[in-house]
């Protein structure tokens, strides 16, 4: 693991999560309505980037992007090794795609928002669990964001 790798979890913490994301899927289902929602709210002009790179297929992309953002925030306390290696790879291909890293970012936040928006409001312990994930893979985004900025041409 790299120097500035974030450090696993707990088994409970994973455990914790498993618990958080179950109870989410059963109260929403499938999540891509409600983060799409929220995201396109936040980026309103993201859905032009969907529509372009979806090439027909918008949906088809929304849900992806959506997938994989949920894969990293499910799989980070786990496998964090993996989840990097992933980010280091799509944060360049996005930014290739001139796809503003907000966009990016704004993604991922979106569906820890929007699986948060399904806690009893007291549940300090599960938010702050969605929370310290947030700040990890939000930080190794940016982190792959600025190594692409300095790059050599």
């Known amino acids: 693991m790299s120097s500035n790798q974030q450090s696993v979890a707990s088994p409970g913490q ?3 999560l498993e618990t ?3 109870a989410a899927a059963e109260t929403l289902g499938d ?3 409600a983060v799409m929602a929220l995201y396109y709210q936040r980026y309103p002009a993201a859905r032009q980037s969907f529509v372009e790179h979806g090439c027909g297929y918008t949906a088809r992309l929304e849900a992806g992007m959506v997938d994989s953002a949920l ?6 306390f786990e496998r964090p090794l993996e989840i990097d290696v992933t ?3 799509t944060v360049p291909h996005h930014a290739v795609l001139n796809i503003p ?8 936040e979106a569906v ?5 928006g399904t806690l009893e409001p007291g549940d300090s312990s599960s938010r702050a669990l969605l929370e310290e994930l947030r700040a990890a893979l ?8 600025a190594q692409g900025e300095r790059a050599p041409a």
């Open 14 to 16: 994973q455990a914790r």
């Open 20 to 22: 958080i994301l179950e």
């Open 31 to 33: 999540i891509t309505p």
């Open 71 to 76: 894969y990293c925030l499910m799989t980070w």
């Open 87 to 89: 980010l280091a790879d």
């Open 101 to 108: 890293i907000d966009y990016f970012v704004g993604l991922q």
């Open 112 to 116: 820890v928002d929007v699986i948060a």
């Open 138 to 145: 939000v930080s190794r985004i940016r982190f792959y964001a």
